[in-house]
């Protein structure tokens, strides 16, 4: 359960077709992998179309990802606005937009590894053996892989 490792876990690995891609932080991971934000926007009256009118033309970069009725859902990338301007914009056009309620939340946990599946593959990952085959496979030296990624500066852990 990610619930479980968000809450429990102070740094996490995450491996993709055996390669070892990341170590940090649950926070570090979000800020890194992560999509931006998450903007739920729940519409009354006439439609949502003002709305979503809106939200496209304040931020550019802000993809649609779905429209239930009156509930919109966007994804927005941190790089594209503050949050103060999304949660200003969106108290500012509350009463003419009727915009009943609305949330920004960051990206799960759920969300990074689902970053990290698009890359799994069923190929075999540098001479590992096929799974089917049902033996481990053999390294010349356990720590030479893990080596340059741990010495890597560009991916060690910012603090926040």
């Known amino acids: 359960s990610m619930e479980e490792c968000e809450a429990l876990c102070t740094r996490m690995a995450i491996m993709v077709n055996g390669r070892f891609r990341c170590l940090g932080s649950v926070q570090h991971l979000k800020n890194r992998f992560g999509d931006g934000y ?6 009354g009256g006439p439609g949502p179309e003002a709305v979503e ?35 200003s914009v969106l108290a500012a056009h509350r009463g ?3 915009i009943e309620d609305y949330s920004v939340s960051q990206t799960t946990l759920d969300q990074v590894f689902v970053h990290f599946a698009r ?11 096929a799974p089917e085959q049902d033996v481990a ?5 356990p720590g030479r ?6 010495e890597d500066d560009s991916y060690q852990e910012s603090s926040v």
């Open 38 to 43: 998450t903007v739920v926007v729940r519409v």
């Open 145 to 150: 892989r893990l080596m340059p990624f741990l």
């Open 137 to 141: 496979p053999v390294a010349s030296s």
């Open 119 to 129: 890359e799994q593959s069923d190929e075999d990952p540098g001479g590992v053996t």
């Open 53 to 87: 009118s809106l939200m496209l033309r304040r931020f550019p970069g802000i993809v649609l990802k779905e429209r239930h009725g009156g509930l919109l859902q966007f994804q927005l990338p941190s790089r594209a606005a503050s949050l103060a301007s999304v949660f």
């Open 96 to 98: 003419p937009c009727h």
